[in-house]
């Protein structure tokens, strides 16, 4: 069985401050991990992921994550954030017998201040 | 390409009321899915399929159904609609279904209301 957990349903940061979302995980497999990002009214969309290999993941808008398997966490990490960041994050986990399968965290919304 | 297509965007019905949901994708993905997102519990999955003619059921299958005529369309069926099932739905599309790596595309979602 998976299950994914994000910590705080809502982080607010000022314009330029450090973003991070933080995620923890549960997998009986190797876990494949993913971060989506869902603008207002939008679909999701794909920012980066886990499979193997380097467990520093770099994504796309300056977002990385890292894998850290005895922490069972892959928290998204910005250095300076945008107002464009503006957001709602989910973590999902999935592994190499699920298919396409993926289990979601609750979301958590991110405000960013000027 | 237009990706993933979903319609219609907005819809109210009434509790008992059927309609079906509208997927379409035009990236020739064999795997399709529905999820459902409710606040505070992030996406379910509802049902999927790793290609024509073949569908399973997710987390949360009750009182959906759906079928997989061709590749590109996957449509989800509310049989008997409950207040329960206001939610959106997402449909999403991925080259196959047996690599978890392929990217998952999602489509913009349809917002349905049961009063």
């Known amino acids: 069985a998976q299950s994914v957990t994000q910590l705080g349903s809502h982080v607010s940061v000022s314009e330029g401050a450090l973003v991070l979302l933080r995620c923890n995980y549960s997998?009986?497999?190797?876990?494949?991990l993913f971060w989506y990002v869902q603008y207002p009214n939008q679909g999701l969309q794909l920012l980066l992921k886990?499979?193997?290999?380097?467990?520093l993941v770099k994504g796309i808008n300056g977002f990385e994550a890292e894998f850290k398997k005895s922490e069972t966490s892959f928290h998204l990490t910005k250095p300076s954030a945008h107002m464009s960041d503006a957001a709602e994050y989910f973590c999902a986990v999935s592994g190499n017998n699920q298919g396409g399968k993926l289990i979601f965290g609750q979301g958590t919304e991110l405000s960013v201040k000027p | 390409n237009a990706g993933v297509t979903q319609t219609p965007k907005f819809q109210v019905l009434k509790t008992g009321q059927s309609m079906t949901l509208q997927c379409a994708q035009d990236?020739?993905?064999?795997?399709m899915s529905w999820y459902r997102q409710d606040p505070g519990m992030g996406l379910r999955l509802i049902h999927y399929?790793?290609?024509?003619?073949?569908?399973d059921q997710g987390e949360v299958p009750n009182g959906y159904n759906v079928s997989r005529s061709t590749t590109e369309d996957f449509p989800l069926r509310l049989l008997s609609a409950a207040p329960s099932q206001t939610s959106v739905y997402f449909c999403?599309?991925?080259?196959?279904?047996?690599?978890?790596?392929?990217?998952?595309?999602f489509g913009p979602g349809t917002r349905l209301t049961v009063l």
């Open positions: 399929s790793v290609g024509a003619g073949i569908t």
């Open positions: 999403a599309s991925s080259r196959t279904g047996t690599s978890v790596i392929d990217t998952q595309y």
């Open positions: 990236m020739n993905h064999e795997y």
């Open positions: 997998s009986s497999v190797p876990p494949y």
């Open positions: 886990y499979t193997t290999g380097a467990t």
